[in-house]
Nanobody, 116 residues
Framework: VQLQAYGGGLVQPGGFRRLCCVV?????????IGWFREAPGKEREAVSC????????KYAPSVKGRFSISRDDAKNTVHLQMNNLKPEDTAVYYCSVLTTTGLWFWGQGTQVTVSS
């Protein structure tokens, strides 16, 4: 399973960014998919995820109402639309797949920096 995340960059506070993760080797609709982030000096945290069984969606409290995750089954990709970005959203963002066998696969990460 391979994941390629892109879309990061520098954005001003209050701005928006759309991240994309292209997955190969696993069918997203059959597996769980999520976005995580890791800020300097902090542990990696879950941002948002879509479950494999019912497609239920969850968000971290810190991003709820600002971020939106979506899955494109035709392209086997997952997006993270990030609106009203704040400096505390600055982090390396990773996409990850959780297979039905309980294995985690990670992409290489994409840096998002929110600064004026």
């Amino acid at each position: 399973v391979q994941l390629q995340a892109y879309g990061g960059g520098l954005v001003q506070p209050g701005g928006f960014r759309r991240l994309c993760c292209v997955v190969s080797g696993a069918t997203l609709k059959d597996n769980g998919i999520g976005w995580f982030r890791e800020a300097p000096g902090k542990e990696r945290e879950a941002v948002s995820c879509i479950s494999n069984e019912y497609g239920s969606i969850k968000y971290a409290p810190s991003v709820k109402g600002r971020f939106s995750i979506s899955r494109d089954d035709a392209k086997n990709t997952v997006h993270l639309q990030m609106n009203n970005l704040k400096p505390e959203d600055t982090a390396v963002y990773y996409c990850s797949v959780l297979t039905t066998t309980g294995l985690w696969f990670w992409g290489q990460g994409t840096q998002v920096t929110v600064s004026s």
